[in-house]
C-alpha cells in the first residue's frame, strides 16, 4: 500500500543554521501534501503545503519543495529558532477520492541547540 | 482559521469502562477525523465520517465506535476501555480540497 516515511527520526541543529528535514513517499499519484509542526503534548500545526503541480514553495522562513520524478518532499527552515524544536512530518492528503485515504509521515524530532 | 476543540487534554479511565471523547468544529467541514498517535507508529486512523451521521472504518476501527449526529460534532466511544488504548487521540477535520486540521489532542491513559 501506500507509505510516506521520513529519512531521520531525530535532527539536532544550532540555533542559527538552516534546517531540512525530508519525506519520501510511495504513490505517484499523490496530488496535495502538507508539512505539519507538533509540538509536545499539542496537536499536529500547519506549517505549509503544496500541490503537486508546483516543485517550490515558500512560506515565512520555511520553504517545501517537491521532487516528484523520485517522490520526495522536503522542509527547509531557514536561522532555527529554539522555538522551532518540536516534531515534524509530512501528509499526503489525496484531493479528490476517498478522504480517509490520506497518510503520514513517522515524524522527525528536531531539536535547536542554543 | 478552523478550530477544533477536544473536550478534554488528559484523561485517566479504569479498563472497561466506557469513554467518551467529544470534538467541536466551527466551520461546518464535512469531513471529520478520528485518529490516534502512538510513538514509532504515527497517526492511525480509526474512523471518520463525511457527513452527518455517516461514518466510514479506518484502518484501526476495532475497540471503537463513533457518532455524529450534529455536523459540527465527532464523538468517539471505547465501549470497554483496555490498557491498549492507553494513547494520544486527534479529531481533525477537513473542507473540500484543503487540508487536514487537527485539535490539541487528548491524552488518554487506561489504567
Known amino acids: 500500500g501506500e507509505s510516506v516515511g521520513l529519512h531521520l527520526p531525530t535532527l539536532s541543529v544550532q540555533e542559527g543554521d538552516n534546517s531540512i528535514i525530508n519525506c519520501a513517499y510511495s504513490?505517484?499519484?499523490?496530488?496535495?501534501f502538507i508539512w505539519y509542526k507538533q509540538e509536545s503534548g499539542k496537536g499536529p500545526q500547519f506549517i505549509i503545503d503544496?500541490?503537486?503541480?508546483?516543485d517550490k514553495r515558500q512560506g515565512q522562513r520555511v520553504t517545501v519543495l517537491l521532487n516528484k520524478t523520485v517522490k520526495h518532499l522536503s522542509l527547509q527552515i531557514a536561522a532555527t529558532q529554539p522555538g522551532d524544536s518540536a516534531v515534524y512530518f509530512c501528509a499526503e492528503i489525496p484531493l479528490n477520492t476517498n478522504a480517509g485515504k490520506s497518510t503520514f509521515g513517522d515524524g522527525t524530532t528536531l531539536t535547536v541547540k542554543p | 482559521d478552523v478550530k477544533v476543540t477536544q473536550s478534554s487534554r488528559y484523561l485517566v479511565k479504569r479498563t472497561g469502562e466506557k469513554v467518551f471523547l467529544e470534538c467541536v468544529q466551527d466551520m461546518d467541514h464535512e469531513n471529520m477525523f478520528w485518529y490516534r498517535q502512538d510513538p514509532g507508529l504515527g497517526l492511525r486512523l480509526i474512523y471518520f465520517?463525511?457527513?452527518?451521521?455517516?461514518?466510514e472504518k479506518g484502518d484501526i476501527p476495532e475497540g471503537y465506535s463513533v457518532s455524529r449526529e450534529k455536523k459540527e460534532r465527532f464523538s468517539l466511544i471505547l465501549e470497554s476501555a483496555s490498557t491498549n488504548q492507553t494513547s494520544m487521540y486527534l479529531c481533525a477535520t477537513r473542507s473540500g480540497g484543503r487540508g487536514i486540521s487537527f485539535g490539541s489532542g487528548t491524552r488518554l491513559t487506561v489504567v
Open positions: 503544496i500541490r503537486s503541480n508546483m
Open positions: 504513490n505517484s499519484a499523490s496530488d496535495y
Open positions: 465520517s463525511y457527513d452527518v451521521k455517516m461514518k
